[in-house]
């Protein structure tokens, strides 16, 4: 994604897109398109994490460079989840998906794995979606 210029970029509070098989914006095909979402997560104290990625197509999350889930494959909303232990402070993150066909969605939560609710800082503070595969760098 590095090499290509995107189509939009803009600042969303969460990544929580359900599936859908109409565009995610006027300037971006509803097919055949990449997302990078780019942000911090702020842990309050050392513990292991839970971390979730549902995606129709594929994803991947990576934290502090370090990928924790890959939801590789084109396939309708799927979860997969990943463990990490993180020390207190702000760790960051990296959310990339790809559009191939039919629906798309893409949501993002994490938990300490002791909890059963979500934690209420989860963000990603950029999004940038990037313009169709053929497109020149």
């Known amino acids: 994604l590095d090499s290509k210029t995107p189509a939009l970029e803009r600042i969303d509070a969460t990544v929580n897109y359900a599936s859908t098989s109409g565009a995610w914006h006027a300037k971006v ?8 979402w780019t942000g911090q997560i702020l842990i309050d104290e050392a513990a292991t994490h839970q971390f979730e990625i549902r995606s129709d197509d594929a994803s991947r999350l990576s934290i502090d460079g370090a990928t924790v889930a890959d939801n590789a494959g084109c396939h309708g909303m799927k979860s997969v ?3 990490k232990h993180l020390q207190p402070g702000w760790h960051d993150i990296e959310i990339l998906f790809e559009e ?38």
């Open 29 to 36: 095909d509803k097919d055949n398109f990449m997302a990078r």
């Open 81 to 83: 989840s990943g463990t």
């Open 100 to 137: 191939d066909g039919g629906g798309a969605g893409c949501k993002f939560e994490y938990r300490r794995s002791a909890q059963s609710n979500p934690c209420p800082e989860q963000k990603a503070e950029a999004k940038k979606c990037y313009c169709p595969y053929d497109c020149q760098a």
